[in-house]
């Protein structure tokens, strides 16, 4: 079973900065679509950022310019870099893939806690 593995998260401060990893063995790199989504307690998860395998990005407008999604296909890793972190950043935030080949395979993380609080 392939499942990606989050790190990184933790308990900061408003206006303090996290970094999250998502390692994904296993996994195609170069052959995907990889993502950060979040859940706060009583909402819905939503897309934080994605990245394709090229390189291109999309980001929620609530966290751009504050967060930088980034991968390195060498390693199988992604990192969500927060800068500017705000309390209602205050989630779970899970690593998602999805293959870009059929059957378009779909993997999530377990999910990493981010508390912003001061």
């Known amino acids: 079973q392939v499942q990606p593995v989050e790190s990184g998260g933790g308990l900061v401060h408003p206006g303090g900065s996290l970094r999250l990893s998502c390692a994904a063995s296993g996994i195609n790199f170069r052959a995907n679509v990889m993502a950060w989504y979040r859940q706060a307690p009583g909402k819905q998860r939503e897309l934080v950022a994605a990245i394709t395998s090229g390189g291109e990005t999309n980001y929620a407008d609530s966290v751009k310019g504050r967060f930088t999604i980034s991968r390195d296909n060498a390693k199988n890793l992604m990192y969500l870099q927060m800068n500017s972190l705000k309390s209602k950043d205050t989630a779970v935030y899970y690593c998602?893939?999805?293959?870009?080949?059929?059957?378009?395979?779909?993997?999530w993380g377990q999910g990493t806690q981010v508390t912003v609080s001061s």
């Open positions: 998602y893939a999805r293959d870009t080949y059929y059957p378009f395979s779909a993997y």
